[in-house]
T-cell receptor
């Protein structure tokens, strides 16, 4: 059974750092892209970026480039989303999701349970 | 970025009723269009991929159609568990983008 299990909720202060995790199981971790999706309170879904754990190829939405770092450790089948200096505007739910291929396209077929990040002084 | 516009942003419908949600892309995306359901407090769930392919385990009352720039998600007979928010997503080009969502509420 494919599972993506995310780390727990976090409460942080502005300027603090954070690294959240997404542990995958039930499939070959290095054969599928993993994506990160943000959902701000009461709002819709935003595609942040993706990583291919097989070779660490990473793509970012331009508005997130330089603001977050996406990485993966294939030895433990875990993807990460990292901030070096959080802002209040980073307060949101964050989801990881497996990006499955279909023909020449991709979609997110399995999702983590989500991790809430609250940034407040 | 490709803009995805969903309509309506919300709707009220009765159990057993038929619901249609539309999604329009700002440029041709062929059939690189997917639909997700998000129940309150839950992660999104894939319903339809490639515009019209039903994800395994999803009830057949859900269907998708369209190609190019205009797409439709139809729920043929609304069930209580279908009251949720629905999002379309394009994967024709990165950054991939989602529509703003359509909230389906009980009438």
């Amino acid at each position: 059974e494919v599972q993506l299990v995310q780390s727990g909720a976090e409460v942080k202060k502005p300027g603090e750092s954070l690294k959240m995790s997404c542990k995958a199981s039930g499939y070959s971790f290095t054969s599928y892209w993993i994506g990160w999706v943000r959902q701000m309170p009461g709002k819709g879904l935003e595609w942040m970026g993706i990583i291919y754990p097989g070779d660490s190829d990473t793509r970012y939405r331009p508005s997130f480039q330089g603001q977050v770092t996406i990485s993966a450790d294939k030895s433990i089948s875990t993807a990460y989303l990292q901030w070096s200096s959080l802002k209040a505007s980073d307060t949101a739910m964050y989801y990881c999701a497996r990006r499955a291929s279909w023909g020449t396209g991709y979609h997110f077929d399995y999702w983590g349970q989500g991790a809430l990040v609250t940034v407040s002084s | 970025d490709i803009q995805m516009t969903q309509s309506p942003s919300s709707l009220s419908a009765s159990v057993g009723g038929r619901v249609t949600i539309t999604c329009r892309a700002s440029q041709n995306i062929n059939n690189y269009l997917h639909w997700y359901q998000q129940r309150p407090g839950k992660a999104p769930k894939l319903l339809i991929y490639g515009a019209s392919s039903l994800q395994s385990g999803v009830p057949s009352r859900f269907s998708g159609s369209g190609s190019g720039t205009d797409f439709t998600l139809t729920i043929s007979s609304l069930q209580p568990e279908d009251f949720a928010t629905y999002y379309c997503q394009q994967s024709y080009s990165t950054p991939e983008t989602f529509g703003g969502g359509t909230k389906v509420e009980i009438k």
